[in-house]
């Protein structure tokens, strides 16, 4: 791909360099009528079309440039030439799919009549004429992004007095879309010929470039052939509105001109262009008709649509406007509800309108089988491209019921252009998506604008301090505390005497650690005894995710590390103890851990969960041989500088998440028990 751009981008440099180029003419050469061009709008912009074609013409300019087309489209040429000699043209382009268009063209030039004179140069009774005449088809192809290529094939024939000769060559073409603006394009015409035609090779590089607000376009050609040296050509186009367009041109020395007017399909094209003998007329009238070709992935239809509804898409022709649509692959319901605070899209709509005039939108848009109908206005400035993200609504409920990996539904958008009190739809379409379980984690997503996004983060929402189903677990802490000797109340961050004394903490740091410490060791032998929670390595996996029991499930069954990590984040949180999340993402594995404030200085300390079950002693020696394994010693013993989402980062070893921060943006998961 890179490689064709710099090919491309080289070629435009040498042909335009300066002082190359002499005024050659091209009479008497194999072929020589086939400069004369194709199309008067092209004429007009002085024969600088290489990198703007986008009509039928295009079998002549850069066939590349036919995969442009999202209509059928015919032309029919005439030029008035001198002494009775005239030039026709005939076009048609037909797009295939959203990617291939084919054509073909044809060109005539005959002369008037010539007396015919004997030896003694004496003229007799009779004439003769000469004509010249070609037929091109056409191919193109969208073969990455906005890179098209494009080959002719044409066949030649020169007939003068009783004398016939025919010759056949290809022509090869690429055209390249930077922007929206600025475009390039080479064409090597007559690169193979056959039939020792002696026609020489001829190279065509030009750009386009679009200016006031897509209004003004500006043009730039060079042509080169192995027998004569380089020719230039400047052209400019000027949308004055969507019915009237004024052009102008430089072709090598002579001046050009003209102007197109258009009126529903129908388009007339007039150029005049300047000669040493006189001032040459060209008209071209076009025609365009039938549908955009739908894109072959728009053939795909998700199961769950209604037969009645698959493949109701009707698209305006292209010259009004153009519509994109992308959708999201795979939905994690998990996260849902932070879809919109994240920017994930699940539809991307990109809609042009390439009148000069304002025009109004309604969107349609909805998701799942329930197909919820949201309705969006758009207004679009002429000659204006935006682009729209949608996140249709997914009620809880209906993510509470979504049970099997992978779910597939459906995303559904309707387009509808309004004009006065009417409104009719011009797009409407399905595309599959893939629903996952609000239990089901995905680390990585890729939406509908293309964006990827990081979502190991959002690990945190399955930490549910929300969940009412852990008060049982507080409670029996609670009352194995007061049975202990001395007594261990559950309550946080607060200091023992806070119920009996001035509510002022001033323990020492140590002591602070010493009360947090007893407390997690009774809420971990709470779960061991009361709960028979172990450590059980049992991830169940789909593609990239992977599902995470919440906590109140974990609390009915065993847990690999992640889940026991959150189901005891869950419990420090609930007491307004400040849980840490760590992550050893290269030996794929998550502890849990606490602060502590106190004396200037944030320590930490963790469990290492894949030895719950254990007695806590050893679950705790294991967290501090964790700590020193991985060279956390002295953030864990001063303070672990968190940025201001709540992430600490250590290499690509260890990342470590505050919770009580991140909260501020990922809240509990909402899919707990009612």
Not at 42 to 57: C, H, I, K, T, Y
Not at 116 to 133: C, G, I, P, R
Request: charged content about 25%; glycine content about 6%.
């Amino acid at each position: 791909m890179n490689k064709i751009i710099l090919l491309i981008t080289l070629s435009m440099l040498y042909f335009f360099m300066p002082g190359l180029h002499a005024q050659e003419a091209d009479g008497g050469l194999p072929g020589y009528f086939l400069n004369l061009g194709m199309g008067a709008r092209a004429l007009a912009m002085g024969r600088a079309f290489v990198a703007e074609a986008d009509d039928s013409n295009s079998v002549y300019w850069n066939p590349a440039g036919l995969a442009r087309l999202k209509t059928n489209e015919i032309t029919l040429s005439h030029y008035n030439l001198f002494e009775g000699t005239g030039y026709d043209c005939f076009t048609y382009a037909k797009p295939l799919t959203d990617k291939f268009s084919c054509g073909m063209g044809f060109i005539r030039l005959y002369s008037g009549k010539i007396d015919e004179t004997n030896a003694a140069n004496q003229v007799t009774m009779n004439t003769f004429d000469e004509k010249n005449t070609a037929y091109f088809v056409s191919g193109s192809l969208l073969i990455f992004k906005n890179l098209y290529a494009g080959a002719s094939l044409k066949s030649v024939q020169k007939s003068f007095y009783f004398v016939t000769s025919n010759w056949t060559g290809a022509d090869i073409a690429v055209l390249y879309d930077f922007s929206e603006k600025l475009s390039i394009g080479i064409n090597a015409q007559n690169i193979i010929c056959t039939g020792n035609s002696g026609v020489p090779l001829n190279i065509k590089t030009g750009l386009s470039y679009l200016l006031l607000d897509k209004k003004l376009r500006l043009t730039a050609d060079t042509d080169k052939t192995n027998t004569r040296s380089f020719k230039y050509h400047t052209g400019l186009e000027f949308m004055l509105n969507k019915y009237l367009s004024l052009r102008g041109g430089w072709d090598d020395y002579n001046i050009s001109a003209g102007f197109g007017a258009k009126l529903n399909n129908f388009r007339i094209d007039y150029a005049a262009l300047n000669h040493p003998l006189a001032i040459s007329s060209r008209v071209t009238l076009a025609f365009e008709f039938g549908n955009t070709p739908k894109p072959l992935k728009e053939t795909q239809v998700s199961l769950e649509i209604p037969k009645e509804e698959t493949i109701q898409i009707k698209k305006e022709k292209i010259q009004d406007y153009e519509i994109e649509v992308n959708t999201i692959k795979e939905i994690p319901t998990a996260i849902y509800h932070l879809f919109k605070e994240k920017t994930i899209s699940v539809i991307n709509l990109q809609i042009k309108n390439n009148s000069a005039n304002e025009t109004r939108f309604i969107v349609k848009y909805g998701l799942g089988a329930e197909k919820y109908e949201e309705i969006k206005e758009i207004n679009i400035a002429g000659l204006e491209k935006i682009s729209v993200n949608l996140t249709p609504l997914l009620t809880q409920d209906e993510i509470r019921r979504i049970e099997v990996v992978p779910t597939i539904s459906n995303v559904f958008i309707e387009v509808q252009k309004v004009t006065g009190d009417t409104a009719r739809t011009i797009y409407k379409q399905y595309y599959p998506v893939t629903l996952l379980p609000y239990d089901q984690f995905i680390p990585q997503l890729t939406d509908a604008k293309n964006e990827t996004f990081n979502l190991l983060e959002t690990l945190v929402s399955w930490a549910t301090y929300n969940d009412r189903s852990l008060c049982e677990v507080l409670t029996k802490a609670s009352d194995r505390g007061a049975l202990l000797n001395p007594p261990v109340k559950i309550i946080g961050f607060q200091a023992p005497n806070v119920f009996t004394r001035r509510p002022f903490d001033d323990r020492l740091l140590e002591q602070k650690e010493k009360d947090y410490l007893a407390q997690i060791e009774l809420l971990y032998n709470t779960l061991k005894d009361d709960y028979k929670i172990t450590y059980l390595n049992q991830p169940v996996a789909y593609g990239d995710s992977q599902r995470i029991k919440l906590p109140y499930f974990v609390l009915q069954n065993k847990g690999n590390c992640i889940e026991l990590s959150l189901l005891f984040a869950s419990l420090l949180e609930s007491i307004e103890m400040d849980p840490i999340l760590v992550i050893f993402p290269d030996d794929k594995h998550a502890t849990v851990g606490w602060k502590v404030n106190g004396e200037g200085r944030e320590t930490c300390a963790i469990l290492e969960t894949n030895v719950f079950g254990e007695d806590f002693g050893k679950v705790y020696e294991k967290g501090k041989l964790l700590i020193e394994q991985y060279g956390l010693q002295a953030e864990f013993t001063d303070t672990v500088p968190f940025d201001e989402t709540g992430t600490y980062k250590k290499g690509t070893s260890v990342i470590i998440y505050d919770l009580k921060k991140l909260r501020n943006r990922i809240p509990p998961s909402p899919y707990i028990p009612r």
